[in-house]
Nanobody, 121 residues
Framework: VQLQASGGGLVQPGGSLRLSCAAS????????MGWYRQAPGKQRDLVAR??????????DIIDSVKGRFTVSADHFENTVYLQMDSLKPEDTAVYYC?????????????WGHGTLVTVSS
């Protein structure tokens, strides 16, 4: 199982970016997929997650980005997205996608390589 994250870059405050996390297997096989971020000198924290074993797509988003970030899943593309709008300098971090495998994957957690998001003028 591989997760390929992309979409990071340099953006001005108030701008937008969309991160993508493409899985090498069907995302139906995961219970949850989502995004963590790690700012310089800080721990890695959960940003958003979405259930992918069901088409209901329950989501959780941390308060500091609620209303600005949206997490979504595309089962045809086997990809999870993080749409980030109204970006702030404090959103600067390396963003990591992850996936929690279901029973068929032994409930193992998988990680993608990080993608750097820099919010600066």
């Amino acid at each position: 199982v591989q997760l390929q994250a992309s979409g990071g870059g340099l953006v001005q405050p108030g701008g937008s970016l969309r991160l993508s996390c493409a899985a090498s297997v069907s995302i139906w096989t995961f219970n949850v997929m989502g995004w963590y971020r790690q700012a310089p000198g800080k721990q890695r924290d959960l940003v958003a997650r979405i259930s992918t074993f069901t088409s209901t797509h329950n989501t959780d988003i941390i308060d500091s980005v609620k209303g600005r970030f949206t997490v979504s899943a595309d089962h045809f593309e086997n990809t999870v997205y993080l749409q980030m709008d109204s970006l702030k300098p404090e959103d600067t971090a390396v963003y990591y996608c992850y996936a929690e495998g279901g029973q068929g994957l032994g409930y193992k957690t998988y990680w993608g390589h990080g993608t750097l998001v820099t919010v600066s003028s």
